[in-house]
Every structure is written in structure tokens, then in C-alpha cells.
């Protein structure tokens, strides 16, 4: 099994910037691709960014130009850097990690922008 646990949410103010991380263990095995997601409350999970295995990354629109995804190997764990944060960026964000044996949920990292 592999288990993903994120860390690095809390509350900031509209402008600010936050870093999250996901660190993965367990057996991990020909990873495709890794990716975060959001959730605000009472809505839908929507998709915000993803990084292949050969480094290309992919952002939705809403997002362009403020976040960038990464990774690191070696530490088997991936971010996501939030900058110029908006209120409606405010929501609990997940990772995802797709490798040859399955794809991978963590438990979610609660994010909130204040105004």
C-alpha cells in the first residue's frame, strides 16, 4: 500500500503564500503522474495541478502564473507553491499519486484565505 500525508495548510491572508507537501511511503512503484486537487465547502473536488514523470507540469487556468508544482525523488514527496493567494483559493487540497499499481489519495490539508 501506499500512504500520502500532506502537510503545510493553515490560514492566510489574501496575498500571502503557502507551501504544501506531500510525502509518500509504502510501495511505490512506476509513478505516471502526481497531482493536486481542491475541494471548498459543499462543492465539488476540482483538479489545480499536475507534474508528470519526465517534469511537465499543468495548471488549471484559475491558477496560472501563482502556483507551481513539484517534486523531489529522492524524498518521495511533492509540493505545491501557492503565491498571491486569493480568498477563493480557500479550500481542503489533496494530492494525487497515479503509479504502476494504482492511484493514491492523501487525507487533505485545510486551506483558508482570509480577505
Known amino acids: 500500500q501506499v500512504q500520502l500525508v500532506e502537510s503545510g495548510g493553515g490560514l492566510v491572508q489574501a496575498g500571502g503564500s503557502l507551501r504544501l507537501s506531500c510525502a509518500a511511503s509504502?510501495?511505490?512503484?512506476?509513478?505516471?503522474?502526481m497531482g493536486w486537487y481542491r475541494q471548498a465547502p459543499g462543492n465539488q473536488r476540482t483538479w489545480v495541478a499536475q507534474?508528470?514523470?519526465?517534469?511537465?507540469?499543468n495548471y488549471a487556468d484559475s491558477v496560472k502564473g501563482r502556483f507551481s508544482i513539484s517534486r523531489d525523488n529522492a524524498k518521495n514527496t511533492g509540493y505545491l507553491q501557492m503565491n498571491s493567494l486569493k480568498v477563493e483559493d480557500t479550500g481542503v487540497y489533496y494530492c494525487r499519486l497515479t503509479t504502476g499499481s494504482g492511484v493514491y489519495w492523501g487525507q487533505g490539508t485545510q486551506v483558508t484565505v482570509s480577505s
Open positions: 507534474i508528470s514523470p519526465g517534469g511537465t507540469t
Open positions: 509504502g510501495n511505490i512503484f512506476s509513478i505516471k503522474t
